[in-house]
């Protein structure tokens, strides 16, 4: 898995937390009393939430994405083994904490 997959996946993602206008996020943090960190104030901004259809789609290109990993993974059998090694969640999660640095730099 290159890092343009994992950028797609972590996309993705992050949609999803943003799919409901970032009302979740706000919710849970008020009942904290913790304020939004700085590098997420911009990515989780409060703005309209998306339509039933949008999250529709991101459902679909998510399973289609899901597929296709499996589909990947399973190649990987009649590989040496190593791949097996490797956790993608690592990969997904520099590629996020890059993404947050990113955007509170621009």
């Not at 992050?14 to 009393?33: A, E, M, R, T, V």
């Not at 097996?84 to 890059?98: D, P, Q, R, T, V």
């Amino acid at each position: 898995m290159n890092i343009y997959i994992a950028e797609e996946l972590t996309n993705r993602k992050l949609l999803f937390l943003q799919s409901d206008g970032g009302c979740d996020i706000h919710k849970q943090l008020d009942l904290s009393g913790e304020p939004l960190i700085p590098p997420l104030r911009e990515v989780f901004k409060p703005e309209p939430p998306f339509s039933a259809i949008r999250c529709q789609e991101l459902s679909i290109q998510g399973r289609d994405s899901c597929e296709a990993y499996s589909d990947y993974w399973n190649t990987m059998a009649a590989d040496d083994g190593t791949a097996a090694k490797i956790c993608l969640c690592w990969e997904s999660a520099n590629y996020l904490a890059y993404q947050v640095k990113r955007l509170t730099l621009s």
